[in-house]
């Protein structure tokens, strides 16, 4: 991701993924200065209830030297799911693959972790049939760390 117009923001937070209290950076592009709102420009590893496009508030901190994230401000309507590849012999490239081929921005590390995006405008219901089924044949497990609203099925019934 180019540099340009772009700024790293501070999150502290406490992780259920990794159990513990944690800090991840994040790019964000300047939406509107004097107020202090930014614009996420990449999806989230770790930090939950946030996705993509989200403007949130941040504050410059003496102590830490850079942008802290105070808030969200709005939500883009974009969700985050973040996988974890269980099985040894299913790489990494071929799960981003498979849902950037379904139309979802990823990002991974570590081998067996990934973010993925689902688009505002998207229909989940295929990306969560297909994470389903991965997690019932035990080579992923997926959590919905940040579901929109446009995103939600109520009473999804699967047909699993």
């Not at 299913?90 to 981003?96: A, I, K």
């Amino acid at each position: 991701m180019s540099e340009d117009n772009l700024v790293k923001i501070l999150f502290r937070f406490y992780s259920d993924i990794l159990e513990e209290h944690t800090v991840e950076t994040m790019w964000a592009k300047i939406a509107d200065a004097e107020k202090g709102y930014y614009k996420i420009a990449n999806i989230p590893f770790y930090v939950p209830v946030l996705a993509s496009g989200d403007t949130v508030l941040a504050q410059f901190d003496e102590d830490e030297g850079m942008l802290i994230y105070k808030e969200t401000i709005e939500h883009s309507g974009n969700s985050t799911i973040h996988v974890i590849i269980t099985d040894d012999e299913l790489e990494l490239q071929t799960v981003y693959n498979l849902f950037t081929g379904l139309g979802c921005p990823c990002e991974g590390i570590n081998g067996n972790y990934l973010a993925i995006e689902i688009p505002a405008d998207m229909d989940y219901l295929p990306i969560k049939e297909r994470l389903e089924l991965m997690e019932q044949d035990e080579v992923i497990g997926y959590a919905e760390t940040c579901l929109a609203r446009g995103h939600r099925y109520k009473d999804m019934e699967l047909g699993f």
